[in-house]
């Protein structure tokens, strides 16, 4: 899981950012990013892909990668501006947020899937990078993490979606309440919204 990391390290990089998102899919909520600097040499077995880890492990694993990295940064873009601009440049954009907030500056960064970023920093882009660098997998981690509490916030507002459970993604329940309800504040609205009956 540190392959990248050696290569860009024998490359002569010191500060390794990793670079990964969550929320791209949903009907409602932010899309968020996370950039981790990760301690050089770090190994955890534990980290690995977020999507393959149950809700308590990332907790636990989110509090260990926040006391060990070296800097962790993260971006936002809200429903309205994904609304605006489109998913994918929204969520590059909150890539680019994460890597401004780092207290540490990168010199180069992992990123994954096939999208660069608008930052003036050598980067590699991983297909399946959650699950191929430690580094990636630690932001993936630390933005879905992130990214759950913001929605389990939003719940008490807009109990009747129960967000607390679908985190916003287009669940049968969660279709079935908009259709009752309609839309609130942070649902995505240029979203197709696939009714609860549709395949």
Request: charged residues 25%; contains cysteine.
């Amino acid at each position: 899981m540190d392959s990248f990391e050696l290569f860009a390290r024998n490359l002569g990089f010191k500060f390794i950012a990793g670079i990964d998102e969550a929320g791209r899919g949903p009907l409602a909520g932010p899309v968020v990013a996370a950039a981790v600097i990760l301690p050089p040499g770090y190994k955890n077995g534990d980290i690995k892909d977020s999507k393959r880890l149950s809700p308590r492990k990332r907790e636990a694993l989110f509090d260990i990668i926040e006391k060990d990295a070296l800097s962790i940064g993260l971006g936002m873009v809200e429903p309205s501006l994904i609304d605006t601009i489109n998913i994918l440049r929204a969520t590059l954009r909150a890539m680019e947020q994460a890597v401004s907030n780092l207290s540490n500056s990168p010199d180069y960064i992992l990123i994954d899937g096939i999208n660069t970023i608008n930052v003036p920093i050598p980067q590699k882009t991983i297909i399946g990078g959650d699950s191929l660098s430690v580094s990636v997998a630690a932001a993936s981690i630390i933005a879905k993490v992130s990214r759950d509490r913001i929605m389990d916030r939003y719940h008490d507002d807009y109990s009747v979606y129960n967000f607390k459970k679908n985190k916003g993604y287009g669940t049968k329940e969660h279709r079935e309440a908009i259709l009752k309800h309609g839309y609130c504040e942070i649902h995505r609205k240029s979203f197709k919204l696939k009714t609860p009956y549709e395949k």
